[in-house]
């Protein structure tokens, strides 16, 4: 019972380094999300896959690039990174899209820290 | 976009005490979330609920639509209750656009 599982969990990155963070969902779902965490702020969205081969911004884009590997993999990576991107970062799947009632599931997260 | 209010922003109660948390929502929206968030750990779905009240334990979970206000309470709190209860909405007609989430409720409760 795996659930959602995203590597790694800890990541230190310089500057301009660039990065994959991993997301495998073993539920069938068909949608997948990646939210980043700041302090005194809720989780914002990056980036949404409704299905296999979509994907769509969510209102945090910027720096960011996504793959839909496969139905269960969702892969977020930082091209250059800078200190503004560092956070904690989940990623959540479901059955259907978000809007639609269906219940979330989140990773364990991945904190991040850009020196 | 949806503005999503959640109080107390912090809390701390002594063990046995009856908890409430209150989230409250600007627009109309098709489903709630409430979530539960350990220090250091992920995020666990508690509740979702679209209308009425949803029991699990010792954990209510209540919706008012029309007054877009929701109520997660907990009774006779423990210390393992201790966490960061998030409210999340889910927009009304679908959509793209994820969930909205409110800054969450530092819960402490202690022995």
């Known amino acids: 019972n795996a659930g959602v599982t995203q590597t790694p969990k800890f990541q230190v990155l310089k500057t301009g380094q660039s990065m994959t963070l991993q997301c495998a969902q073993d539920m069938n779902h068909n949608s997948m999300y990646w939210y980043r965490q700041d302090p005194g702020m809720g989780l914002r969205l990056i980036y949404y896959?409704?299905?296999?081969?979509?994907?769509d911004k969510g209102e945090v884009p910027n720096g960011y690039n996504v793959s839909r590997l496969n139905k269960r993999e969702f892969s977020l990576r930082l091209e250059s990174a800078a200190p503004s991107q560092t956070s904690v970062y989940f990623c959540a799947s479901s059955e259907m899209g978000q809007g639609t009632n269906t219940e979330a599931f989140f990773g364990q997260g991945t904190r991040l820290t850009v020196v | 976009k949806n503005e999503v209010e959640q109080s107390p922003q912090n809390l701390t109660a002594q063990e046995g005490e009856f908890i409430t948390i209150n989230c409250s929502y600007s627009?109309?929206?098709?489903?709630l979330h409430w979530l539960q968030q350990h220090p250091g750990g992920g995020i666990v779905s508690l509740f979702m609920?679209?209308?009425g009240k949803k029991k699990h334990g010792r954990l209510i979970a209540t919706i008012n639509i029309q007054e877009k206000h929701s109520s997660l309470h907990i009774t006779a709190s423990h210390p393992r209750d201790s966490a960061v209860y998030i409210c999340?909405?889910?927009?009304?007609?679908?959509?793209?656009?994820?969930?909205?989430f409110g800054k969450g409720t530092h819960l402490i409760i202690q022995p």
């Open positions: 999340a909405v889910d927009p009304s007609g679908g959509g793209a656009d994820g969930l909205t």
């Open positions: 627009v109309g929206i098709s489903a």
């Open positions: 609920l679209s209308s």
């Open positions: 896959s409704a299905s296999e081969g979509t994907t």
